[in-house]
């Protein structure tokens, strides 16, 4: 067997060879004897079965397990010479050459390997920035936006027409072609003008009306509502005014603080303006981190290291950008790329520079997570996903289900250890 290893990068291989007919057919004899212990054939004992009944009985099976067999070995002995171990492999060996003649096969084997990345000094990437400030009159503005929010409705002493903001305390009932819906009741529901809780237009048409009058309010509902039945319907509603509250007043003083400081005997106005001014503080930081400081410091990164990359991860992520630029394009437009092979090799080119800075991200921060011991666990990755559907009002379990079936658990826990690794770094350059 005639095998030459070729390393073209640090992170791409490939193993050429010419595989004789009798290491094949030695492959056969070999399989068939092993098989001739342990097949059951109609007839013989197990164990007893002649291999020349075994090659009759499998044929061509045999002769596909032998090539595949020597290809093994190729790979083996390639991989031997090149002084690479089997962990060290991305993806699974790519087979781009396997051309069959008389009396040999002449095979090509594209490897691909985790790139060495020597990091450097990371800390030079990093920008310097300042920690944001936040003035007093906006912590002040915090306090009193929370302490609202602790503020009970009271009801408006003057019968006055209602406005945004005013909570309408309401009897209603939905009709549909004149005739009362389901779902479409309620008797003493609170409905805070402006909050968009209603179907669009609803509240609107409550501006303006006082306490203990009754109206009809026209409204459409939207075209992808829920229910079927009532998708893109025009309804009416009786709805009688019940009462109007306003939020009452609230003392910003030091019971207040222990409300939202439970637990803490110490708890002040003081301490809460503190504590609160240190959630803002993190709040802006965050901001700035998102939207600024972390792109601009993976950019810098991936502008400043310089390593291979195995090209089949380079395909794999031109291909998800062409079928996401196909599911754009028109069934045209699909056809002609469909039919001139060069047209789609252009389409592929245009996505290649963007491709590649992206799987280059992706292996910097894989290194610099395992350089400072970042890691993201499944009991965190779960946390976060059901916290996350919480606030989107979905339920928890079913959507780390949906994830799961999707194959996008591995790209969250990604995107949360580079997160993690930015932050981290970012955290070391905050000048106070």
Known sequence: MDIKSNKINGANAEITATISTDEVSANVEKIA?????????????????????????????????????????VLNQGLDELGIKNEELIGEP?????????????????IATRPAIELGDVDACTPDFKKPEIKDKDVTARIKELAEGQAPLES???????????????????????????????????????????????????????RDEEVEINVTFPENYGSDKLAGKPVMFKVKVNDIKVKGEVEIDDELAKKFLPGDEEANLEKLTSEVKKAMEQEELGKLYNEELKPKLLEKLVDSLNFDLPDFVVEQEIDMAVNKKAREMSEDEINELRENADKLKELRETFRDEAARSVKATFI???????????VNE?????????????????????????KEAGYLPAVQM??????????????????
Do not use: C, W
């Not at 945004?164 to 305390?169: H, M």
């Not at 989107?392 to 780390?400: F, I, L």
């Not at 995107?415 to 106070?432: A, F, G, H, Q, Y």
């Open 94 to 110: 790519t087979i781009s050459k396997f051309d069959k003649s008389d009396d040999k096969i002449e095979v090509a084997i594209k």
């Open 365 to 375: 921060i894989d290194a610099l997570a395992q350089d400072m011991g970042v890691s």
């Open 156 to 210: 408006v002493k003057r019968n006055r027409k209602m406005k945004e903001g005013d909570t309408a305390v309401i009897d209603f009932e939905g009709f549909l072609d004149g005739e009362a819906f389901d779902g479409g009741a309620a008797q003493g529901h609170e409905l805070l003008l402006g909050s968009g809780q209603f179907i669009p237009g609803f509240e609107d048409q409550l501006i303006g009306v006082k």
């Open 33 to 73: 004897k092993q098989l001739s212990k342990t097949a059951n054939v109609q007839g013989f004992r197990k164990g007893k079965v002649p291999v020349a009944v075994i090659k009759q009985q499998y044929g061509q099976k045999l002769v596909e397990d032998a090539e595949s067999e020597s290809l093994r070995q």
């Open 415 to 432: 995107s949360m250890v580079e997160d993690r690794v930015l932050t981290t770094l970012l955290n070391k350059k905050i000048e106070e």
């Open 379 to 403: 009991q965190e990755l779960m946390q976060t996903i059901y916290f996350e559907a919480m606030q989107m009002g979905q339920d928890p379990q079913k959507v780390y289900e949906q994830y």
